[in-house]
């Protein structure tokens, strides 16, 4: 998979920020200074398993099933889930979306 493009990142990463505000509320999300690469879901900001769940149906409605948030989740070990970050989700998502989604198999398998 090629390297997203770091305007896709920013999208993504507004659209991520956007999505939080939506889940979590924007009282809460107004106590961690700015939404960065770095934030935590975990440390930063607090996030339930149930929130994580309307982050994944957010994050469906959004990009269909371009984005398998959850088969993605389902694929980390629990270390790497509860230090997450906002960051790894943004590289998620945009390399998802700068992949070929339907352009010729060059017989790559995808690790």
Do not use: H
Request: glycine share 8%; proline share 3%.
């Amino acid at each position: 998979m090629t390297e997203p493009s770091e305007a896709t990142k920013e999208q993504v990463l507004a659209a991520v920020t956007e999505m939080l505000t939506e889940v979590i509320g924007e009282d809460e999300l107004l106590m961690v200074d700015e939404v960065t690469m770095d934030t935590s879901f975990n440390d930063d900001l607090e996030l339930e398993s149930i929130e994580f769940v309307a982050l994944a149906e957010e994050l469906t409605e959004r990009y269909g099933e371009q984005v398998d948030f959850v088969g993605w989740l389902a694929d980390l070990e629990l270390d790497a889930l509860v230090t997450m970050t906002v960051g790894q989700l943004v590289d998620f998502v945009a390399g998802c979306l700068d992949g070929p989604s339907d352009g010729p198999s060059d017989g790559t398998a995808e690790s």
